[in-house]
């Protein structure tokens, strides 16, 4: 087993629950780093919802992911933090978290218990391939080792927070073995908007194109906005996005800005519709409703009723409730002399266009998309290349929106990863 995350344990779980010998190799001196920084934000191990919309969060990988999760899905997942004494409880979104909203304790409890198992664990041995023999390969502080396993589990992790254990370094190995992967793309990812006020940027990109350098974009909202707002969220508004090739997003929640751009649970939630549209046309642009609970109609009346001395901020304020960033982000983008048209003000509040021209960069991203694809797995996610040698968690090609998604469909895969190694060592002892 090597990556000592959520997938790999639970493979580790599985194997050694078949009366199997395991060893865990992971490079970080402690296991599962990610997911005990998942549990500062509460630990959303899964969620309360059916199978149909639960499978339908993995998009264009559902029919891969449907049969990982109907063997183990939400009720499998709170089951075993069960089993491990710690009880779950459904929030209002129906996300579900452990009742103390904390990581610790259940990744404590579940290394006590494969330890107890048979497990053994070996950090700080930092994979690097296969030697010429096809032994695993493993740097470490007293140098280099070999390792020959009878089987093998990668769960090796996307490539985000690389400071937490996952640096994708695994990618072009598992390529040149002839396993066909995917470059990692960021997901449930922040975006950049283009720097407001272009003629200059136009003339700086013109410029470096002239000495031949190849432009990057220049990002990021005004000073005036960036300072006032950057780290405050956009309360209750609506989000709205249709890509090029049709397909429409749209919903209710809440993001905040950043000093660049956008990010939070809104912008995560569109954000593999948004990176798609940018790699294949340069830009997205989605649209902002401000006042969600407010008509059209209702708005537009509230801004053309007479104000009187009253400055528009004040009015806007007090007819319309809209203030802080939702006033700054009109003034942003409109700037001062539109913001003075009732008719441009209202439309704008409700269906406010943003685009964003860049992904945050990989590392900064919640999650990881691309990877090992399934098509060189085979229904046990054993490498068709590379027989005994077994694939899962978020090193596969798949993505999901936030929401307890990627952490069920790690233990999932984790699941299925164990019993085909558990599966693959019998039939070769048979053999
Ligand atoms: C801030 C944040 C919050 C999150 N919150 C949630 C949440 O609430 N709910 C949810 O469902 N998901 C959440 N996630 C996502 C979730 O944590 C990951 O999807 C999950 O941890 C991936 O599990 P994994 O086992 O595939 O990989 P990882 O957890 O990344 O583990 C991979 C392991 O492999 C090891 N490794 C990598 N390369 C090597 C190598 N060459 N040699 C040896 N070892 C190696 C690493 O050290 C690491 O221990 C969050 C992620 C982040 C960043």
Wanted: glycine share 12%; hydrophobic share 45%.
């Amino acid at each position: 087993m090597i990556g000592a995350g959520p997938a790999g344990l639970m493979a580790a779980q599985i194997l050694a629950q078949a009366g199997v010998s395991v060893h865990v190799f992971d490079a970080m001196p402690s296991v599962g780093r990610k997911f005990l920084l998942a549990g500062k934000g509460g630990l959303n191990l899964t969620h309360s919802e059916s199978m149909e919309p639960f499978v339908s969060r993995y998009g264009a990988r559902q029919a891969q992911m449907a049969p990982l999760l109907e063997q183990f899905g939400a009720p499998q997942v709170r089951g075993w933090a069960q089993d491990l004494g710690v009880e779950t409880f459904v929030g209002t979104s129906g996300r579900v978290f452990p009742a103390d909203l904390k990581a610790a304790p259940l990744l404590r409890a579940w290394l006590q218990r494969l330890r107890s198992q048979g497990v053994q664990f070996h950090m700080r041995h930092r994979f690097g391939g296969w030697d010429s023999a096809g032994a695993l390969q493993f740097h470490t502080s007293g140098g280099d080792i070999s390792v020959q396993g009878r089987a093998v589990v990668l769960a090796l992790g996307g490539g985000s927070w690389a400071r937490l254990g996952s640096d994708g370094a695994w990618l072009p190995w598992l390529a040149a073995r002839g396993v066909a992967t995917v470059p990692l793309q960021p997901s449930n990812c922040g975006f950049d908007v283009p720097r407001q006020g272009g003629a200059v940027e136009t003339r700086r990109e013109f410029l470096q194109e002239l000495i031949g350098q190849t432009p990057t974009p220049a990002v990021g909202w005004t000073a005036h906005f960036a300072e006032r707002f950057a780290g405050q969220p956009f309360k209750t508004v609506a989000l709205a996005f249709t890509d090029s090739a049709g397909r429409h997003f749209s919903r209710r929640g809440e993001f905040v800005a950043t000093a660049t751009g956008v990010e939070g649970s809104l912008v995560y939630a569109v954000s593999a519709l948004l990176r798609d549209e940018i790699v294949a046309h340069g830009h997205a642009t989605f649209t902002l409703d401000l006042l969600p609970d407010h008509t059209p109609e209702r708005v537009l009346a509230e801004v053309r009723h007479p104000r009187g001395t009253r400055s528009l901020s004040s009015h806007l304020k007090s007819r319309l409730g809209l203030d802080g960033i939702k006033m700054g982000i009109l003034y942003e983008q409109l700037g001062k002399e539109r913001v003075a048209d009732p008719y441009l003000l209202a439309a704008a509040i409700k269906a406010l266009p943003i685009t964003v021209v860049a992904m945050r960069p990989l590392d900064e991203a919640i999650s990881t998309a691309g990877g090992g694809t399934f098509e060189a797995l085979d229904d046990q996610l054993m490498a068709q290349a590379l027989p005994g040698v077994f694939c899962a968690g978020e090193m596969l090609d798949w993505e999901a929106p936030t929401g307890g998604y990627l952490l069920t469909a790690c233990m999932a895969s984790g699941v299925r990863a164990g019993q085909g190694a558990a599966q693959w060592l019998a039939q070769q002892a048979r053999d």
